[in-house]
Structures are given as C-alpha cells and as structure tokens.
C-alpha cells in the first residue's frame, strides 16, 4: 500500500535540485537594478562608477537590448464589446525610456560574482522625471487621468462582455424584488515558497538558448521564449527540476529571464540570477484586484430570474501573458455558478494601472467569479429573509448536460446532495445553541457557506503529449509537459501507469523533458494535470500494453489472438507460459517505447464549503472555529494527495479573506507591503481543523472521471469565511466586510453600524 509520495524521500532529505542548485563553469551572475518609483521618464542612466566598480563585466539597460529582444507577448483569443480586440502595449525585457511600476527592471548588471553584481548596482545612477500614477481602477478610469501607456486611451485595454445582456435586463425589469451588492476582490502576492531564479546560457556551438528556472511548464514558457528572443523554439532549452511552488505565478514568462539570456549571448558566458523575497513583492505577478457590482433579479417565490455584474480589473502595468484571459473568460466561465438562471450577464473591463502586472494565481480568475456571486446569493438570502440554504435549493440546476448563459456546458454534478452532506457533517441543527454560548460570553458567532464550481482542465496548446521510455533494467521513465511543483505527480502518475502495466510503482520515474528532445503539452495550470495529462497517460499505457501484443506473440512463440495481458505480463491463454512485461521490453530494446497524444476539454468541480467563525466585538478579531467542505471531484486516484491539495488550497482563500492583503500608497504608487512584516501570511494558529469529504459524480468528458482539484480549496474559502463573518455581525447592522477582514476592518464595520 502507497503510505507516501515518490517525491518525499528525495524532497526531504535535501537532494532536490532547485535553480539556484545548478551552476555552470565560468558563469556570472547578475543583479537587476529597479526603478524606486512608480511612473516617470528616464531622463538619463550612467552606468560609468558601476562599471568601473572591480569584478562588474557588464551593465545592460533598455537601449541595449532594442532590436534584440521583442515585446513580452500577450494575446486574448475573444474580442470585446462592438468587436473591440485587445490593445496590447508591449513590454520590454528592461524598461526603454519610462518606468511604470515600483520595481520595473532598469538595468542588469553582471560581475564575477553575486555580491559584486549587487554592490555596482547601487552605483547605477538614473535620472527621473516623475509622472502622476494611477494606482486603483478608479484613479485609472477618471476623466483626464494620467495614462500608464500612451497608447491605452482611458487606461482601458479591453471591454469585455459576456451572456445575455438584454435578456437579463427584461428579466430585471419584471423581477419582484432586485438585490445588489459591490464587493472587492482585494490584491494579493503568489509568495512561493522559492524566490524567483534564472541561469541563462548561450551555446555558441549549436546556436541553443538554455535557460534553467522556475516553472510550470517548460514547453509554455519555450514558446513565449520564442516570440521574445525571434528564434525557433527548437532553439530553446528550458530546464527545471524542483520547483518550490507554483500557484500561477510560475506559469510566465518574466522579462529578467530574457534579460539574462540576452546578457548571457553578448558575455559568451553563463549568467545566474537569484531573486529576493523583495523582489517577489515587487515585481512577480500578483492576482486578483477586481471591483464587481453585483445584481439579482428575483420572482415573488425566491426563484432567481437574472443575474448581471459589472467588474472593473485591475491588470497593472503591463499586460503578462494570460491576465487579461485569466480576467476575462476565466471569470466567466462559471458566470451563474450552481444556479438554474434563465439569463445572465458580465461586463468586465481590464485597466491599466502603475502597479506590478496581474495574471494567475490559484483559481486564475474562478476565485473572482465565486467571490462575487456568492457573496451576492448570501446577500440576497438575508435581504429575502430566508435562510442561505434554502434560497440555493431552489435555484440549484438539477438536469445535466446544462449550458450557463456564457455558453459553457456543465456535464454532471449533484449541487443539493453536495450541500445537503456539508450541512450534515457541519452539524448545522447544533448551530444555534453554539451561537448563543458564543453570547453568553459576550462573543458573536456566524455561520456562512458558498455553493462553488469552476472549471478546470482547458489548456492553450492544442493537444499534450506523453511517451514512455523503457531503459535495460526494467525501469519505466514518463515524459509528460505538465510539471510537478509540490503536487504530488510523480506518485499520481506512477499510479495511473502501475495499474495498467502492472509494475512497481518505484519503477516508473517522471520528466518533463529530455536532453535532446522536447514533448508538446499544456503547463501545469488550471487544475488539469491529473485530469488532462494523466488521461493521456492512461490511455498511453493501454496503447503500450497493445504494442506489445505481438512482440509478446514472437517471443512467445505463440499466435497473436493466443496472448492475453493481465497483472503486468503477457501470457498465453490457458498455460503457464508468460513473460512480463518488463522482460518484454529489455529484450526488444526501444520497440516497446511510445509516444502517445490527446486532449480532454474541461470540467467542473464543484462543492459546499461552511465556515463557522467567533467574533470579539471589542476587538473586531475573528476566529475560525469550524470548517466544512464537501467536494464533488468525479472520481479520486489517491485520497491523501487530493485532502492535501484542498487543505492548501482552503488554506491559501482564508490567508486572502482574513490576512493577506498588497497595499500601494494611492498619491505615490509606493508598494506597503512589501515584506512578511507588512504582509500578513496565514499560520497553523489561524486555521481550525478542517472537516473534508466528498460527494463525487464522475465526469463525462476524460477517460478517468475526474474533475480537477488543485485549486478548488482557494475558490470555495474566500465567501464562505467572509458571509459566516457577515452573518455574525449581521444583528449589529453590518451588511458586508470586505477582504481582507482584519480586526480594525471588522470593528470598524460594527462601529460604522452602531453610528
């Protein structure tokens, strides 16, 4: 029996191999100079004491790389509103003539060593002439607001719809009551465990790019390489073993990385970059930061006619690679949640502002979608005066196939059996006599839930490709494009092909790439891994037993319809003559490998999460007290790596809905929270003991059932905390706590109520 992962014996006895474990002989290393401001022109950069500082080879700035390296890229496949498409305006490896955040990358300076790099660029001096920022949506919306790019009128660089705009707007117009609310989805920081890194090498020899970082996906970030560097992918190595953490923020990629491959062709040498938990504050991608107004139609009986919400997204100053999709149709689609709405729309409209660009970060734009509705629904109940449960039932979709108003199709799912189970394990009925002990002792005490679903499994490339690899004794290597940062793939996957191969699970390794070699696929993004690449890899393993049918056969001696396969050995039907299948391919060298590829379209993960929390009105401090999920995933391959994803997850939605939030200085554009100091990270201490079951229909639309699960914890948690805060304080007059909900947040709501 499986009582761990493969990844734990290496991972915990230190013999990972992370980025800043790699090193190549005569490599430099380099240090990237950042603008301490948040909106001016370059007036000048002298880099003369720098480079005359001992050790420094090289000081790079955006001059220099002009005509080498192309714009980041950035694409949205949908256009907006009357046709509009997406204004993408650029983004250089190095900041070319203006700085546009706090922690823009000016220049790059490369020495002998890390500390000598570090020390010169102190000497870099840079003049400025300062802009006005805009930092918030609204600044940037406001009539003759300063413009983070002058090719951006408004600030805007798509208005996008979705839904049936004049069908929801009949439906209000009918509608017995209509319920609104504006909620805020605030910002937050990704904070891998593993600041970011890079050891950038050019082979002169082979004309090849070899770049060794942190990432999601070697063969995703290969290709935007491509667009950046004007090379044939082909010409690109991207390496990457350990991984420590991901959560979107590794998906990209970031402009130092194509700086120092630029600097590392123009030295003839290696550069490496070792990145600062500073520099994750200001300059990694941070997510979430949208504003929606949300709306609700209802009949006289409860029944939901329509729904609308109007978001604003703050997409910061540059636009990464998957933020406006993550912000368009990953909002959307899941526009109208659980609930049977006849019509439903969205308006979301994508904002440039002076602040670190905006892309994925667990959830990729569901957590925004679920944030606002359900918070909305709950509203919605007590506005109504029915209970939170009972207005969801009624408005729950119950015949599947079931196509929302955004045009996505939910294939199966049991929203009332999900919520019926949470309700049960939560011990609801016990709930009021908990509330008033909680009163006894002067305390408030809430109770909140969200109903959720996302989707999960889509992916950019167009199919994902596996093969299989046999070596001489006996061990089963799997190269497949997803790449394993922590969630346990090496164990999943060896799993999916021990069960049909019949062999020991430690003897099947996996990789994500070759050295000669590079295999097509989706990153690890969008909880699709297991789901997407381990059906590949499923299907691949039954496409590897029929291979070798008829080698069995001649090694047999024996006619093919006579060879039988079962428990990892081929065998001849009605005797005792076998050979494994492990002989089979140590004894035909290379003919039993395989390449296999297909693609599975998405699905839809859903769940009830119900949070119970206690309020001390003096303080405005909450403590979680109970929490409750019960998940509907399809079908599960290993039950401990699953609890542990929705444990992370859960985690990572409370740390934003109690604690995490990035603040910039509204006049300056000036990052506040830029350290462990000022950003509040979630601890054992903040979290109760988690109640985890599920209620599982399996999926139609790939071969195992599943339903993806990596990032359901963090879509689920954030309402569900944030309504069982609400409805504690809703006695006391309070209708709605943004996150996050820090105690001043929270007493200050209680004393804005009582005034």
Sequence with gaps: MLKGRLEDDRMLTGRGKYVSDWNLPGQAYGHFVRSDRAHADIISLDAAAALAHPG????????DI????KSLPCALPVKGRGGMELIHPGRPALAQGRVRFTGDAVALVVAESAAAAQDAADLVAIEYRDRDPVV???????????????????????????????????????????????????????????????????????????????????????????????????????????????????????PEYCAALFAAKKLGR?????????????????????????????????????????????????????????????????????????????????????????????????????????????????????????????????????????????????????????????????????KAESQRRGRLRGRGMSTYIEATGAGFAPQDQIEMRWSGDGALTVYAPTHNHGQGHETTYAQLVSGVLGIPLEKIKLRTAGPDFYI????????????????????????????????AAEALEA?????????????????????????????????????YANKFGSCFPNGCHIAEVEIDPDSGETTILRYTVVDDFGAIINPMLLEGQVHGGVVQGIGQALLEETVYDDDSGQLLSGTFMDYAMPRADNLPNFSFTTRNVPCTANPLGLKGAGEAGAVGSPPAVINAIVDALHAKGVRHVDMPATPKRVWEALHAARA
């Excluded at 406001?142 to 408004?154: K, M, N, R, S």
């Excluded at 999709?325 to 659980?338: A, D, E, K, Q, R």
């Design 559 to 595: 006619a093919l319809a006579d060879i039988e396969f079962a428990e990892g050995e081929y065998r001849i039907k009605g005797t005792d003559r076998r050979i494994s299948i492990q002989q089979l391919a140590a004894r035909e060298p290379g003919k039993l490998d395989l390449a």
């Design 270 to 434: 290696p550069v490496k970059w070792t990145g600062t938990r500073s520099e994750v504050f200001l300059a990694d991608e941070q997510a979430r930061d949208v504003r929606s107004k949300g709306a609700l139609a209802v009949d006289a009986n409860g029944r939901i006619l329509a729904m609308r919400f109007d978001m604003l997204a703050n997409l910061g100053a540059y636009l990464a690679p998957t933020g406006p999709f993550i912000n368009t149709i990953g909002i959307v689609n899941c526009l109208s949640g659980v609930y049977d709405v006849p019509a439903a729309y969205a308006r979301i409209r994508l904002a440039m502002t002076n602040t670190a660009p905006m892309a994925a970060y667990r959830g990729a734009g569901r957590p925004i979608m679920s944030y606002a509705l359900e918070r909305l629904v709950e509203h919605a109940a007590h506005a109504l005066g029915m209970d939170p449960a009972e207005f969801r039932r009624r408005n729950f979709i119950r015949q599947f196939p079931y196509k929302i108003a955004a045009g996505f199709e939910y294939d199966s799912g049991d929203f009332e059996g999900v919520m019926n189970q949470a309700l049960a394990a939560s011990d609801g009925k016990g709930f009021a006599g908990r």
């Design 136 to 254: 918030t949506t609204a600044q940037a919306l406001a009539q003759g607001a300063p413009l983070v790019h002058d090719g951006v009128p408004g600030n805007i660089v798509m208005d996008y719809e979705s839904g049936d705009d004049a069908g929801s707007k009949a439906a209000f117009a009918r509608a017995a009551r209509t319920i609104e609310l504006e909620v805020d989805i605030s910002r937050v920081v990704g904070n891998p465990m593993e600041p970011r890194a890079c050891l950038a090498h050019w082979d002169a020899g082979s004309e090849h790019y070899h770049l060794y970082t942190c990432t999601q996906g070697v063969a995703i970030m290969r290709n935007q390489l491509s667009a950046v560097l004007g090379v044939p992918p082909e010409k690109i190595r991207v390496i990457a073993e350990e991984v420590g953490g991901g959560f979107g923020v590794r998906f990209n990629v970031y």
């Design 66 to 69: 002009k005509g080498a390296l």
């Design 56 to 63: 420094v080879l090289a000081v790079i700035n955006g001059d």
């Design 520 to 551: 097509t696929g989706n990153a690890t993004g969008g909880s699709r891994s297991l789901l997407a690449v381990g059906g590949v890899i499923y299907l691949g393993a039954h496409e590897l037993v029929k291979k070798g049918m008829a080698l």
